[in-house]
């Protein structure tokens, strides 16, 4: 017991290397300017009305959430102090914090918490989703609220995250049209930094809130939070110490291991585990060849899924096992069943009776290794015999071509939320087959069976019962092959090496600076 | 034409061009045919630097292609894309302006007002969006070059076709009641070839240039490799392996060059006949 | 010469709204629009968000009606809203275009005096060293892609070097004031505008030599020659004068291929200028944005065109003027 323990700390200080010598070995310093990249430049830092990434990683640092979340994804304390699940999970009553208070003075409150559940209704449609369940929202006194669900549903607890939920000040949006508020612009929230100054294609700053109501919290004085749209000279900005971070995805993976080995620079590929980025290629299930399920399973086997992830991901994530990620919840890697094997590839392509038809294919237009993976895969496929044409597009093309099921293959990475019913049943239920998206099922692949094992487990107690769902889904859904699941990815974080605490959560930089501070 | 030859050879910048032209126009035609595997093909360790391992003279790229082969066949592409571009903006620049320098009048402002508008649009601007609606292939590419390379075209012909409208060969021509295009195809576009000749040799390269520019912007066809496709997938990992920027660098500068030594030694030898005519 | 000018701007206003009507609908044109990208970089999306969306950006209404509002606020001045940013687009484009302006303005001073120096250099030493020299060097520029020369500036100056900075265009939060400022922002310019003068610098180089050598080679030099006046006289008042006319031409067009090429020189060194946020514009589909870079940059040629037409005027007043 004890030898098992003392491996277990070995190897959690062997994976933490420098952010937990800083936690256990340092006191925090206050003081002190983080000068990060964001990439690409938001288009607004109102997080319950804009929730691309960039909002998400700066915006979060300015919002609270009622909740965070460790790397194993438990619950922490956000403006929520303390937290209780009663009525066998269907009534969940949050105890807020009484020192919160919004930037501009104003105290928060419960009926804060109110509002926000309605605005963020009708901006965010992922919030959307995820109160679907609930049937009222109550306010017993100014610092409880009382969330009464239709029915146990054991993620619930899971989207309290700053940028699935930021908390809205009442008194600023109340009675006005959001669409056009001219509050967008200078967003005013709790959390541990306020908005100071955007110069639109430069930078954004960021100060210190001194009335956090975590004491003694933050640190730093100001972020900023640079602009530099050129990958190379993003590295370079890095390189010559102008910012001292580097968030996941801010400079191609190719330069990764180069930045990894200057002096006093430090890598984690944490703080993505809310996330669970999982990427995968659309094949559409409704015409061409790639209907059939055994051209499916050929794709599968003929993509060389270790190279990607050594060559073009530098070592970085996981080969994907199958719909649900290794660090979202109900995971099981006993179900893994496809290796690269070429031979059988072509095999499965004879018997499915392929005989070169065109097949349209569609890289990720989201840079150089996006654009190289797309290579790859497409040089993995036309080995086998598969006849590929690759169509470009941009961003926009990409997303309508998706949403208008106008593809063959298609490249994509989604979001799981920690969670298989929040971010996982999306893509394969067949009562999520619409047009206009490119996050739904998109590649609209249909079986009942499947529907009712997501809709069973989403809503099952307790949690051993859900597990066993998953896994039979899991099984169909690897066996049948309704998308190409490539690979788990990791995001590096890059900082030099001064910059202590950033990553702490499973969401990392987007509420890291609540902690992080500079050794000087 | 013997004379032209002399004039030509006689400028040492020329005979450079034309060297390293009939070496790049021999890579490009004869070279996929001495290497036939696939540019796109991963064949080595990544990030191999030139003359490490035998065969592979400038190394290999991020997924361990074989920088060589990109630039053999790099060469048709690239020149195909400056060739076909030119081309079409040439089928576009020099009807345009015939018509407007021969017909005068109305017909010729509007024309003149049409390429101007044209010319106002800043056209590496207009490029970048004619390939984002039509999104990148070679197609929208070579199209999009065209449509922002042919107002020159039709200023340097109109502008030629006013002057020679005037001489007497023309004007008889007109007399003994040829039609109008006759006049134009027969009697005045042969005259004003020169020029455009020289000019084409510079919209090539011009050309050759854009194309790389779209590239880097992240706007090059996928399905083709070209020099300018090179350095754009190349231009990221610079710090760790210039060879992959640099060589296709090296070859669009190269070209470029060339052709605009060419088109230098082309305006001096076609030139003194013009102004003999009295330009 | 006000009947000229009067005449010159009617006409301009009508390219304008040329440009204005044919951009509209080549934009739309694009696949996707600001709905699909901002419900794209949502991360989830229904129904209800895209219709949102689309009535937020006026994407609800017929096509035309699109086009009279547009062009009805184009009329007073105004360029409409950018939804995306959440800002008026004259703001945007206001608090970008100084830098751009500074961008271009200092590359195209480099070029065009250094170009006119060498160019005239070249030309009085025709055949000699300093002239290969000149003319080897303005055309290997010449032929070198923009973006190659300004990563290779980067790499040398900022990373090997260290001596000036790679990015920006200012140091961010050092709050510097008078002239430690303008010393700082001068410092980020060097890179930037010399790359992007540099590519113009060999065409006027090419362009004034070869101008200055047909104009030596006219009646009017030889006769002032032949008048017994000295070189420089000669050069400075007769040659110089005249071979500047197509130079001036020449530079009149270029005014918008400097914008052109400053979205590639501003995506490099991160230059916060109207190239690079024409095409952020262009690829989150802003509409209204890109429409309102597109119209400002347009006006901007004209009107240099405009300029370039009087300066030929005042150089050369034999030229008539109803062009």
Redesign the interface.
Known sequence: MLKKSLLGLLIATGIATCIAEGAMAQTPKAGGVANVIIQPEPPGLMLAITQNGPTQMVSGNIYDGLLRYSPKLEPLPGLAESWTITDEGKTYTFKLTKDASWHDGKPFTAADVLFTVEFIKQTNPRARANLAQVESVTAPDPYTVVFKLKQAFGPFIGIFEVGSMPMVPKHIYDGIDWKTAPANNTPIGTGPYMFKEWQKGSFIKLVKNPKYHVKGKPYLDEIYWHVIPDAAARSVAFETGKVDILPGGSVENFDVPRLSKLKDVCVTGKGWEYFGPLAWMWLNNRQGPTANKLFRQAVMYALDRDFAKNVVWNGLGEVAVGPISSSTRFFDKSLAKYKYDPAKAKALLKEAGYKGEKVRFMPLPYGETWTRWGEAVRQNLQDVGINLEVVATDVPGYNQKLGEWDYDIGFSYLYQYGDPALGVGRSYVSTNIAKGSPFNNVEGYSNPEVDRLFAEAAVAFPDSKRQELYNQVTKILIDEVPVAWLLELEFPTITKCKVKDLVTTGIGVNDGFRDAWIDK | MSSFWKTLLRHP?AVIGLVIMAAVLFIAICGPLLFPTSP???VQR?FLAPMVVPGFPFGTD???RDVAAGLIHGARVSLLVGLVSTLAALAIGVPLGAIAGYAGGKVDDALM?FT??F????????????V??M???IVSIVAAIAIVSWPPVARLVRGEVLSLRSREYVQAAIVTGHSNGWIIWREILPNTLSPIIVLASLMI?TAI?LE??LS????????LMSW?YM?G?G??????AWWI?VFP?IA???T??AL??IGEGLNDALNPRLAKEGR | MLSFVAQRLIKAVIVLLAIVVLNFFLIRAAPGDPATVMAGEAGATDELFVAQLREKFGLDRPMHEQLFFYVKGIVTFDLGFSFRQQMPVSKLILDRLPATLLLTGTAFMISLGMGVLLGGMAARRAGRWTDTLITTFSMVFYATPLFWVSLMGILLFSVTLDWLPSFGYETVGAGYTGLRHVSDVAAHLVLPASALGLFFMATYTRMTRASMLEVSRLDFVKTARAKGLGDRVIQRRHILRNALLPVVTLAGLQAGTLVGGAVLTETVFAWPGIGRLMYDALIQRDYNLLLGVFVVSSAMVLAFNLITDLIYRLVDPRIEMNT
Do not use: H, K
């Open positions: 910048g796109w093909r991963m990544p991020a997924l361990g007002r101007e508008f010319q106002t649009v800043p056209s590496f601007a207009l490029a970048i969006v004619l984002a609606i999104q990148p292939s390269a240039l790389s520019s880097f912007l992240g706007l090059g066809d996928p399905n300018g350095v997938a231009r990221t990992v610079i710090r760790q920027t660098g669009i500068l190269l470029v060059l605009n030594l």
